[in-house]
């Protein structure tokens, strides 16, 4: 929100919108004069976002997929897309799609992790390596934010901005995001890259162990890059 700081009377659309969280503050910022348009391609997602943005007449929801964006040409001033295109493989028609729906200056924000900066502390750094490596499986693009700037350049964007967003847990607290995170990585790796049932809960067992000792790290950074169609 601070990076594309939406006006008064815009027109925006959030891609991949999820609940709607940042839907809703998007059609605060435009208010009443504006409108925001939310798409995602999961039908609970467009359900609660819809639920939670339910006071606001300016916001309207559509099942979609970022690769087929079902609007006009030149619809929007301001489009954002929060870790949608990491899982998109075919991202140049995604990004294609982006720049075909902005207006001439219309304004892009993309946020995606790069899931190899991750630094996660392990007594065992084998299992930690492949547990992550079998985590790379839930996405297309693991490392997506190295090669951005010049996919945007690829489809016609002029790149304004790239910002790091660095999360940094040394406890391991349900507020913090490794924690639920861990959770997650442990369903998903199971009987992946080698890893079985017993030990994916072996290595959430140590990362609780080292928290009780003192000893937990966690960081992951995500990057923000403002664009702007040429």
Request: charged content about 25%; some cysteine; proline content about 5%.
């Amino acid at each position: 929100m601070e990076a594309t700081a939406p006006l008064a009377g815009e027109r925006v659309l959030d891609i991949g919108c999820g609940p709607g969280f940042v839907t809703e503050e998007l059609a605060r910022a435009v208010g009443p004069g504006g409108s925001v348009l939310a798409m995602d391609n999961s039908e609970s997602s467009i359900a609660m976002a819809r639920q939670r943005c339910e006071e606001f007449s300016n916001t309207q929801f559509q099942l979609a997929q970022a690769t087929e964006l079902p609007y006009p040409n030149e619809s929007f001033d301001l489009a954002i897309s929060t870790q949608v295109y990491e899982y998109i493989p075919e991202i140049g028609v995604a990004l294609a799609e982006l720049h075909r729906v902005l207006r001439p200056g219309g304004r892009a924000a993309i946020i995606d992790t790069d899931w190899h900066s991750i630094a996660w502390h392990s007594a065992n750094p084998e299992r930690m390596t492949r547990v992550l490596k079998a985590w790379d499986e839930h996405l297309a693009h693991p490392v997506l934010p190295r090669i951005l700037i010049p996919l945007l350049r690829a489809a016609r964007f002029s790149v304004i901005e790239c910002k790091t967003i660095s999360y940094l847990d040394t406890k391991y607290s349900p507020e913090g995001y490794s924690y639920n995170m861990t959770k997650t990585i442990q369903r998903f790796v199971r009987d992946r890259n080698g890893i079985t049932k017993e030990e994916a809960e072996e290595w959430a067992q140590e990362l609780r162990k080292l928290a009780q000792e003192g000893a937990y790290f966690f960081n992951l950074n995500r990057y923000l890059f403002l664009a702007e169609k040429s």
